[in-house]
């Protein structure tokens, strides 16, 4: 095995000391503001209600292992509902999770103390009116207010539904609401399409990628946030600063990653 050179070693701790701040550089200019906006920005902030004490979420807790793992260091989790087949709301994020998907009971009962703790649920199935009964009993029985519980969901019935039962939403944005092509229409539909749904559902915040912040910050900048970022297997200085970055704005409610991201 070949040794390094002293100018090897030099090259590499120069490469190390500069890319952190590379990196934050980065994050800031990622973050910063859309220039030149095609249409004004909205002057009313349209969400309400709960907004949780923390943040800083963890993505994927969707195993018993992880929550317990991870307890002590997130005071929020990402949580994926999926149905069964047989019917029952399980843990899951797809079907390939659902041989080894616990209930969502079974999940919150390995923390420590569950009703201090607020719980992004990503919807991946409709909910009906049963399973919302179910879901408050659960609440009921971990002493979680129903407000801890805000689900991301789309337009439609199971947003209403959320509503009518004090859950909180976290209602899913406009597909292609950051690719409107510079065209001032289409910016002006997508605008409208999202106005009339905060309007109508007075979500707790909307909930978007990372790729579509900047978007919801020029033309929504008194709205409530919630941001997620990609998923990844490797340890990224980027999104750490990117997280710093998003707490600043004050409408940034959610920011979450990856355990492996911190």
Request: net charge positive.
């Amino acid at each position: 095995m070949k040794k390094f050179t002293p100018f090897l070693w030099l090259a590499v701790l120069l490469a190390a000391s500069a890319y952190a701040p590379f990196m934050r550089g980065y994050a800031a200019r990622m973050t910063a503001p859309l220039t030149n906006p095609l249409t004004p920005p909205q002057k009313e902030a349209l969400t309400s209600g709960f907004q949780p004490p923390s943040a800083r979420f963890l993505h994927k807790v969707n195993t018993r292992y992880r929550a317990r793992k991870k307890d002590a260091l997130y005071p929020g989790f990402e949580i994926d509902i999926l149905r069964h087949p047989n019917g029952n709301l399980v843990v899951a994020h797809d079907e390939t999770e659902l041989p080894y998907a616990v209930t969502l009971p079974d999940l919150l009962a390995v923390i420590k103390h569950p009703a201090g703790k607020t719980y992004w649920l990503d919807l991946k199935t409709p909910l009906t009116d049963e399973d919302l009964r179910y879901l408050q009993q659960v609440a009921q029985h971990f002493h979680i207010s129903p407000e801890r519980f805000m689900f991301e969901a789309a337009p439609g019935p199971t947003a209403e539904r959320l509503k009518k039962y004090g859950f909180s939403l976290l209602l899913q944005i406009p597909d292609g609401f950051d690719e409107d092509g510079n065209d001032p229409l289409k910016r002006a539909r997508l605008n409208a399409q999202l106005t009339e749904s905060l309007q109508k559902y007075q979500p707790q915040a909307v909930a978007g990628s990372f790729g579509k912040y900047k978007y919801l910050q020029a033309y929504f900048p008194h709205t409530r946030k919630a941001i997620y970022y990609s998923s990844t297997k490797r340890p990224s200085l980027k999104k750490r600063y990117l997280a710093q970055e998003m707490q600043k704005d004050p409408t940034v409610v959610i920011f979450m990653l990856d355990e492996y991201n911190f």
